[in-house]
Every structure is written in structure tokens, then in C-alpha cells.
């Protein structure tokens, strides 16, 4: 890991396990010459680190697995997999949501550019992740054990972490022009896709355009399972940012747009027609004499479309639209006290709005003649407030101690249903009943954070803690009203086919973690590692769900709040085989995760419970060239939420191949995903209920079979 120590004029950020020079990207001409601008001292060592920047529990997917998941798919929370405790799970083709031991979506603290951006959808078919191309993100971070308070809050989960690219800058009294063309082809869907970018800058400015565009049809699934329904989608995205470096100030302003004209959600009984994204952020960064200064603004809109895509073969339409409007502010002062301390202030303020309505469906007497009114005018907006404490004790032990409060405001307007029909009488008077109440609703959430790190010896660090986090329920949890078989199946984003009424009266979950983490690791170089990493979290207030009445193959499902424990024990290591000038480097990297989650009140096992599973993957690297030889292993899913219906999954192992060689300014990547096209389902895709709804048919939702990829990057 390359580290940023500071200096006379300190200028650097961090952020979870990865060092960011965040404010001053080193340049890199046609000649590639590296500049070090004022304030960097840059050394190949992370033994002294700052803990609140480097934590044991943090894991940074490395330059070839980064390679390996682009060139597999385009989805960006496909960086973090075969990553220590995260899985993710199967929604559509851009918008996978991640899962870190065993907490899912809203529960993980997923920040793009210093943004917590919420999704704008009763399915979340647009959260956080998918408003970035991987193409375009320089660091990816996921913590999956003890978040330090600095990196956010209303969140029990953990914290990934992504950022863009940082501006580039040219030697004084020169001008640098550089960028890269990358192409890309998947075999299975016929997905294929561009992206580039352009930077024009000299010393003090810096301006890069960024672009991609990516899209596919339904995939295949592996064996005998054939074409996976609602799968296919189209994307575009576009920004420009602008950076401006003086002294030891930089400031960056980014102006950005999305367009996804179709995504289809397979587990999901609607799939996107239509979302834009237009989004402004900007961050500044600067070094006093007293310490450092980083201040992040952003604003975003979404306007958000479903229907049905023609292969669900539906002859009537069923149009539901959202737009959400977010805006905020943060602020964190990083104060060095005293040697080998450092305190850390932070202020932050979140706004989200919601508009869901549904427009009524011509000739149809249960879908109109008005507009149904799911979400109006709702809004929830947290303002917080951390303090941390970072000391280094002796050179083997380091503490870190914080403080956080959230308090989290939210409220909604008057709802309506279709009509005041017979038919629709169920859901005219939950409307009365949620109209006559009092709807605000105002949290006061705290965090605490503490966290030890001991090195015994050379080749042993240990890191171990305990963390309190909360988090409010979001607006549909709260807020989803209506009551009868058909509305309520569109308020789900847990692909298992059920409906959800919400809860105005839910109380905020508190997460209580204990964490450890063991690092072996070689004293003398990088021959060798081992990470091991055992956790146990008890929820109070999980907000978890009852039944509330039968929906034919599926019920109608109420938020409530439960106990819920989960405990599991996280590895990865790898090791060095050959490194010489004959055979080039090879060496072996294995990860493996098991989690456990149980539901104190009803005794079911928590829903998308991953499965134990890992992964083993040969690598070498000779001069110009690089391959890799993965199996990735994948238990049968047995212990299932029962109250959802959750789908049992058989067992399954995936062999997969990929290369590199890189010429001059181009770089060829090819690989196969599922050599042998082995059939498989996904333990945490719920239910294909894009095929049932075409052929009467329900089955879990099948893994894709046999692909391949190819892409081709030029660099200038």
C-alpha cells in the first residue's frame, strides 16, 4: 500500500483501508513522469498509517480484481466481490445492492464521492452504486467490521466507500492532455459497452470529461436453465469536473448526468422504463497551521419511471414514477493535538425528498381513474455531529475513540388511492386512517465507536472493538400505506415476491458490534498474509416483517420491529508461490465468509443470509502479461427467512479464466465467467418473477451461464 505521510504543509485524506491523495493526484505526462506537488512525501510502507485511515476490517479490491469484475460486468458494486464479508445481491444488471455481514442495503453506509445517496424507488432500483461507471472510480472501499464514526452514521451495517478520480495537474509553465478509449464485449446477453475520459490541465487548473455507455440483453442462464427474463438494460453517463489546485488548497467541482432508459429487474414485478440523474458536487480540501479542512456540497435530482418491459409479456400497463430531489453539506476538521494524536470534527446535513405517484390506467376500474398518491411530499432529512479521538499510545498500540449523533427529521403529506370504488375500497380507508394521523416523526440516534490496535510482533497485528450504531427506518417502512394484495406487491426491494405494508410507529435499529480482526502477515515483505476476522452484532429494534394476510403464492407483509442477533467469522490471505525473472510472480489468494443471522422474536433465520462461501484463485504475472485460474464456492442455502418464503438454493462451485497483456499506450483483457456453464442459483435473487409472470412458472433466480469477455483499452 502506497501511504501519504504529512509534512511541513500535511495534504492528504483517507478513507477506510485505502490511502487517498484525494486532493492532489500525482501527474502523469505522456512521458509518465510522476510530479509531487507541495505537501506529499509519498512512501511504500503503511506501518505508520494513521488508524482512523487504515483499518484491519477495511478491504480495497486490488488493481487485477478490479480488472476482473469491469470486465465482467458493469455494475459497480460487482468491485467488492471475492472481498472480505461483503456479498451483494441480484437486482437488475447496473443495480446490485450490497451486503456486509450479513446487513443488507439500507443498513450499509454506501457513500459515492463523500454522498449518502438514497435511493428514489419503493424497489430501489436506483441505489447508490449505480449512479457511478466503474470505469470512473479511483478508490473503492468496504469496511466490514467497526466503522469509525468519522465515516458516517444512520447506518448498522458498515461502510463502502467510492470515489472518482481525482482532477490531474501538469509541471509549472506546462500544459498535460491525457486520457484513455476503453471498449468492451460480453458474450452472454450480447452486452457490450464504451467509456473514456479526457483531462486538459496546466499547474493550477484541471478539467476532465468522463463518459460510458454500457448495455445488454436478457442473459442465459447456466445449463439447461435458458433466457433469465428482465435482465437486459441500457445506460449512459456523463460529467465533467473541474479541479483547481493552489498552494495547499484544491478545489473540485464535478457536474454530472445519468440516463437509463430500461433496466430490467428480474425479481421484481416491474422493471425501469425510464431514470435521469442529474447531479452537482463539489469538495474542498485545505491545509493550516492548524491541521486540515475538508468541505463536500452536493445536489441531485431523479426522476424515476416503471412499467413493464415486453419480455414479462403483460398486455396492459401499470406506470409508477417517483422523483427525488437530495441535497446536503459536510464538514471534517482533522486537528493533530499533540505527538501521535489527532482529533477529528465533522458536521453533516442530508436532505431527501419523495414524490411517488401512480398515473391511472386507462379503461381499468381497480387502476384509476385518479392518481395514486404512495408517497407525497415525503421527506427525511439527518443532521449530524461527530467528534473522534485518534492516540498512539506507544508504537505498538493505537486506540480510537468516537462520538456521533444523527438526529433524523421525517414527514409526509395527505396520500390518496385510485379511486373510491367498491374495488378499492380496502385502500381508500387505510388512506383516511393515515391522513388522520399525526405523521412526523423525529429520531435522536448516537454512535459510539472504540477501537484498539495492538502489534505484538512484526508479523502480527491485531485490531479489536466495539461499535453502537443506529439507523431510522426509511420513508416506505415508515410510510408505505396502502393495504390491499396488489398495491402493496409494489412496495418491495427484497426480490422475494411478497408486499409490504409500512409502519409510521417503527423505532430506530441499534446495532451492538464486537470485532476482532488477526493479521498475520510476512515481516520482511509481502510473501504472505492471513486475515481473519470473527464478529458478533446484536440489533435491537431490527426492522424485520409478520405476516399480515395471504397473497396467493406470497403474503402481504408488515414492517415491524424484532430483536435479531448475527454472528459469523470472515478469512482471506494469499500467498507467494514464485517470484524470479523466468517465471515472473505467481501466487494464491483465498477468501472465505460465514455469517449466521436469527430473528430473537419468531426464531427465522434473517433474510438474505449469505450462504458460506469463497474463493481460490491462482494469479501470475510475467512481463507484459498477467492471468488467473479462480473457483468460487458456494454452500446450499438451508437456513431461510421463513416469514418471507425465502427460497432454499443448492450448493455450487464456478470455474473461471482470465488474462492481460498490455502493449505500449493499449491493454487487451479477456476472460470466461462459468467455463463449465454451470447451473446455478443465486442464494440471495429471491424469486424470478419476471419468467413466472411469462410462463406461470416460479423458480429462484437463476446465475448466469458461460460468458465471454473481451475489452480493449487505449491510453494517450
Known sequence: MTSIKRTAAPFAVAAGGCMLAACLHPVVTRAETTVTLPGLSIEDTAEDTPMGDRLLSANSPSQAARTTAQLSSPDTANLFRNQMGVSTYAAGGLASLPVINGMADDRVATVVDGVRIASGCPNHMNPALSFIDPDSVE?????????????????????????????????????????????????????????????????????????????????????????????????????????????????????????????????????????????????????????????????????????????????????????????????????????????????????????????????????????????????????????????????????????????????????????????????????????????????????????????????????GGYARKTRSPNLYERYAWGQSAMVTSMINWFGDGNGYVGNPDLKPEVANTASITADWHDPDGDRWDLKVQPYYTYTHNYVNAQRLASAGQFYTLGFVNHNAQSYGINGSGNYRLWQNARFGRGEIVANINWVRGQDLTNGAGLYHQMPTNGSVSLNERWKNWSGRVEMTFVKAKDTVDWVRNEPRTPGYALLGLGGQYHWRYMTLDASIDNVLNQKYELPLGGWSLADNAATGMLRALPGMGRSFNVSLTASF
Do not use: C
Request: aromatic share 10%; hydrophobic share 35%; no cysteine.
Open 139 to 463: 478508490t473503492a472501499t468496504a469496511i466490514a467490521g467497526i466503522t469509525p464514526v468519522s465515516m458516517g452514521g444512520d447506518s448498522t451495517g458498515g461502510t463502502i466507500d467510492v470515489e472518482r478520480k481525482n482532477p490531474q495537474f501538469a509541471r509549472h509553465g506546462r500544459i498535460l492532455v491525457t486520457g484513455h478509449v476503453t471498449g468492451t464485449y460480453r458474450s452472454n446477453g450480447g452486452g457490450y459497452g464504451a467509456s473514456g475520459s479526457l483531462t486538459v490541465a496546466n499547474d493550477m487548473f484541471s478539467l476532465r470529461y468522463n463518459a460510458s455507455y454500457s448495455q445488454a440483453g436478457d442473459y442465459s442462464g447456466g445449463g439447461d436453465a435458458g433466457i433469465v427474463r428482465s435482465t437486459s438494460y441500457l445506460t449512459y453517463n456523463h460529467d465533467v469536473t473541474f479541479g483547481l489546485h493552489k498552494d495547499n488548497h484544491l478545489f473540485t467541482l464535478t457536474f454530472g448526468q445519468q440516463d437509463t432508459p430500461h433496466e430490467g429487474f428480474a425479481n421484481q414485478y416491474m422493471d425501469m422504463t425510464n431514470n435521469r440523474s442529474t447531479y452537482v458536487n463539489g469538495k474542498y480540501v485545505g491545509t493550516f497551521d492548524w491541521g486540515e479542512l475538508e468541505a463536500r456540497g452536493y445536489w441531485q435530482r431523479e426522476d424515476h419511471a416503471m412499467d413493464f418491459l415486453p419480455d414479462r409479456a403483460k398486455t396492459t400497463h401499470m406506470p409508477m414514477n417517483t422523483n427525488a430531489r437530495m441535497a446536503g453539506y459536510s464538514i471534517k476538521a482533522t486537528i493533530p493535538l499533540a505527538e501521535g494524536q489527532t482529533l477529528r470534527l465533522g458536521s453533516s446535513f442530508d436532505h431527501s425528498g419523495l414524490n411517488d405517484w401512480w398515473p391511472p390506467v386507462a379503461g381499468s376500474m381497480m387502476m384509476g381513474p385518479d392518481t395514486y398518491h404512495s408517497i407525497n411530499d415525503g421527506h427525511r432529512d439527518r443532521l449530524g455531529h461527530f467528534v473522534e479521538w485518534e492516540a498512539a499510545w506507544t508504537p505498538r498500540v493505537t486506540t480510537l475513540l468516537g462520538f456521533r449523533n444523527d438526529l433524523v427529521m421525517m414527514n409526509t403529506g395527505p396520500v390518496s388511492g385510485y379511486s373510491s370504488s367498491m374495488m378499492n375500497q380496502t385502500n381508500v380507508a387505510a388512506a383516511n386512517v393515515f391522513n388522520a394521523i399525526d405523521r412526523g416523526r423525529t429520531d435522536v440516534n448516537f454512535d459510539v465507536t472504540a477501537l484498539v490496535r495492538w502489534k505484538p510482533r512484526r508479523d502480527l497485528t491485531i485490531e
